[in-house]
């Protein structure tokens, strides 16, 4: 069982450029969820989504974007990359909403150089 | 935004002695609160969690964890700590009226010296 799988693990960005970040679970989960963990600060929400073709906003989602055609699958866009988007990106899933248990990836490190 | 604040950012403990590793929020509404770990270069995984009921709830690898609600904390607790607990510790916490989005505290660093 796979869970949930995040490509790449490793990137180096040059300001400007664009990239996306994939996220797949076989779970069958609707709820899926974005974060970025920086040293010192915790996880933060960047998008989350309760099901195919509905996304929303989470805590930090400016310069990103996402979207949800399927329930498997939760992209996130980088647009213009920054510096300040340095970070480790966790995608997650789960199967109950804000009572379930979050099942992570194995996280996206991306430097922005 | 919902606030959970873990106070101790480090905590550095012998190896077989007890530990608590402490988590605060703030919410006057109903919560449900995680416990969640982290080993280096992995992905979180749940500890243990509370919904309703008991207010004290055991988790995996021995850890047990009290819900305050007078005191709105969640406190991480285990009475015997490993080398392999080695490990950082996030508290997070849900309620129901916030649309599904789960809030992470800052992380606890432990650290089991032999």
């Known amino acids: 069982n796979a869970g949930v799988t995040q490509t790449p693990k490793f990137r180096i960005l040059k300001i400007g450029q664009s990239m996306t970040l994939q996220c797949a679970q076989d779970m069958n989960h609707n709820y899926m969820y974005w974060y970025r963990q920086d040293p010192g600060m915790g996880l933060k929400l960047i998008y989350y989504?309760?099901?195919?073709?509905?996304?929303d906003k989470g805590e930090v989602p400016n310069g990103y974007n996402v979207s949800r055609s399927t329930t498997e699958d939760f992209p996130l866009r980088l647009e213009l990359a920054a510096p300040s988007q340095t970070s480790v990106y966790f995608c997650a899933s789960t199967p109950s909403g804000y009572t379930g248990e979050l099942f992570f990836g194995e996280g996206s490190r991306l430097t922005v150089l | 935004a919902q606030s959970v604040t873990q106070l101790d950012s480090q905590v550095p403990v012998f190896e077989e002695a007890p530990v608590e590793l402490r988590c605060n929020y703030s919410?006057?509404?109903?919560?449900?609160l995680f416990w969640y770990v982290q080993y280096p270069n992995q992905g979180l995984q749940l500890l243990l969690k509370?919904?309703?009921?008991?207010?004290l709830v055991k988790g995996i690898n021995g850890f047990e964890a009290e819900f305050n609600k007078s005191q709105t904390s969640f406190h991480l607790r285990k009475p015997s700590v490993h080398i392999s607990d080695t490990a950082e510790y996030f508290c997070?916490?849900?309620?129901?009226?916030?649309?599904?989005?789960?809030?992470f505290g800052t992380g606890t660093s432990l650290t089991v010296i032999p």
């Open positions: 997070a916490v849900t309620i129901s009226n916030t649309g599904n989005q789960f809030y």
């Open positions: 919410s006057s509404v109903s919560v449900y």
């Open positions: 989504s309760v099901g195919a073709g509905i996304t």
């Open positions: 509370y919904l309703s009921g008991s207010t």
